[in-house]
C-alpha cells in the first residue's frame, strides 16, 4: 500500500463550478498536512498547510483533514481557468518528531477549469 | 517576498559527467531539502540538511550524490557520474525551525544524453 494515495486525474470542471481533489495516506504517524499547487514544469507553490484535524479556510480554499479516516482534502470555491494546475498533496510527521520531517507526496491530481 | 532560488534553471549533460546544482535557500531558514521528480513522477525526497550535516536520506541519495553549504547562503547538490535516470526535475526546499512548512524553489530541469 503506497503511504499518499492521490487520484492522479485529470479532472475538468467549468469556470465557477466547486472543486474537490483527495488523498488518502496509510502512515498513522503524519501530522502535518500541506497542498502544494504546481505549474507544469514549476516548483511546488504552497497553498495551504495544517496540523489539526477539521477544516481551515483561506479564500477560495478550504483543506478539511479527517486523522481517524486517514483522509485530507482541499476544496476551490469558485474555480477560475488560472487555477488550472496540477494540486499536491504533502505531509509529514511533523518537527515535534525530532526529525527532519521530509514531505511524502502523492502523485498529484490535475486540474482543468474551462470558459 | 523572500523566496528559495535555484540555478541553472536547465542543465544537460552527458553520462557520466559531473553535474553541480545550486540553491539559494531563505535566508533566515535553517533546514534544508533536495526533492526530485521524474516526468510524469511524484515529487520524491532525496536529502535533508540542518547543521551543516545531512540528517536524512532516502534510498535514491546513493554515493553519487552529495550536498553541501559551501558558505553562508549557497546549498548544493552534486552528482558525480550522471546516469540517462537522473534526468528529472530537482527541487531545494528550505523552512524554518519552528515549522513543518517548506518552500520550494523553481527547480533545475536535468537532462542527462
Known amino acids: 500500500q503506497k503511504e499518499v494515495e492521490q487520484d492522479p486525474g485529470p479532472l475538468s470542471v467549468p469556470e465557477g463550478a466547486i472543486v474537490s481533489l483527495n488523498c488518502t495516506y496509510s502512515?498513522?504517524?503524519?501530522?502535518?498536512f500541506m497542498w502544494y499547487r504546481q505549474y507544469s514544469r514549476k516548483g511546488p507553490e504552497l497553498l495551504m498547510y495544517?496540523?489539526?484535524?477539521g477544516n481551515k479556510e483561506d479564500g477560495r480554499f478550504t483543506a478539511q483533514v479527517d486523522k481517524s479516516s486517514k483522509y485530507i482534502s482541499l476544496f476551490i470555491r469558485d474555480s477560475q481557468p488560472s487555477d488550472s494546475a496540477t494540486y499536491l498533496c504533502?505531509?509529514?510527521?511533523?518537527?515535534?518528531?525530532?526529525?527532519?520531517?521530509?514531505?511524502?507526496f502523492g502523485t498529484g491530481t490535475r486540474l482543468q477549469v474551462t470558459l | 517576498e523572500p523566496e528559495v532560488t535555484q540555478t541553472p534553471s536547465h542543465q544537460v549533460t552527458q553520462m557520466g559527467q559531473e553535474v553541480i546544482l545550486r540553491c539559494v535557500p531563505i535566508?533566515?531558514?535553517?533546514?534544508f531539502y533536495w526533492y526530485r521528480q521524474i516526468l510524469g513522477q511524484k515529487v520524491e525526497f532525496l536529502v535533508s540538511?540542518?547543521?551543516?550535516?545531512?540528517?536524512?536520506k532516502s534510498e535514491i541519495f546513493d554515493d553519487q550524490f552529495s550536498v553541501e553549504r559551501p558558505d553562508g547562503s549557497n546549498f548544493t547538490l552534486k552528482i558525480r557520474s550522471t546516469k540517462l535516470e537522473d534526468s528529472a526535475m530537482y527541487f531545494c526546499?528550505?523552512?524554518?525551525?519552528?515549522?513543518?512548512?517548506?518552500?520550494f524553489g523553481p527547480g533545475t530541469r536535468l537532462t542527462v544524453l
Open positions: 540538511f540542518y547543521n551543516n550535516e545531512i540528517s536524512e
Open positions: 535566508s533566515n531558514h535553517l533546514y
Open positions: 504533502a505531509m509529514s510527521v511533523g518537527v515535534q518528531s525530532g526529525t527532519a520531517s521530509k514531505l511524502t
Open positions: 495544517t496540523y489539526s484535524s
Open positions: 502512515n498513522s504517524a503524519f501530522q502535518y
Open positions: 526546499a528550505s523552512r524554518t525551525q519552528y515549522t513543518d512548512t517548506q518552500y
